[in-house]
């Protein structure tokens, strides 16, 4: 396990979210304001919301890859197409994993109901589910994000 998978591994457990926790694990080396990251992020957590579409950790990591695409780049286009490039490439090895990026599909029950978060607590499903994506999702963008 890498130092950003263990930082966001402990992120998410203090009780942060899964996109605030795979982007914290990118703010020191981007020069990201931590604070505020963890703020734009907030909103994105059980697949945007609690929605249970794109998963959240998924979402953290494009929030980090479109950082990295943009630094050194110098025009708007350009940088653009690089963060295209590098989400496209995360979504397909995501997929590659687990079938999906859909919350809703990876957790297997409804978060937006006491009844379905009681469900994922009871059956440690944050735990179980959530943590593996949160580690892969940091290590897909770090394996990414060093190919550049």
Do not use: P, W
Request: charged fraction near 25%; glycine fraction near 8%; charge should be negative.
């Amino acid at each position: 396990m890498t130092l950003k998978e263990e930082i966001a591994l402990r992120t998410f457990r203090s009780g942060y979210n899964c996109a605030q926790s795979v982007l914290s694990a990118f703010t020191g080396e981007m020069n990201l304001d931590e604070n505020q990251a963890m703020h734009m992020a907030c909103g994105f957590g059980a697949g945007m919301g609690r929605l249970q579409e794109t998963c959240g950790a998924v979402t953290g990591a494009y929030m980090a890859l479109g950082v990295h695409a943009c630094r050194g780049s110098s025009e708007n286009n350009e940088k653009k197409e690089k963060s295209y490039a590098l989400v496209q490439q995360f979504n397909a090895k995501f997929e590659e994993i687990y079938g999906t990026v859909k919350c809703r599909s990876l957790i297997g029950c409804d978060l937006r109901s006491e009844e379905g978060r009681q469900y994922a607590n009871e059956n440690n499903l944050f735990e179980k589910v959530c943590e593996k994506c949160v580690a892969d999702a940091v290590r897909i963008a770090e394996e990414l994000m060093a190919k550049e």
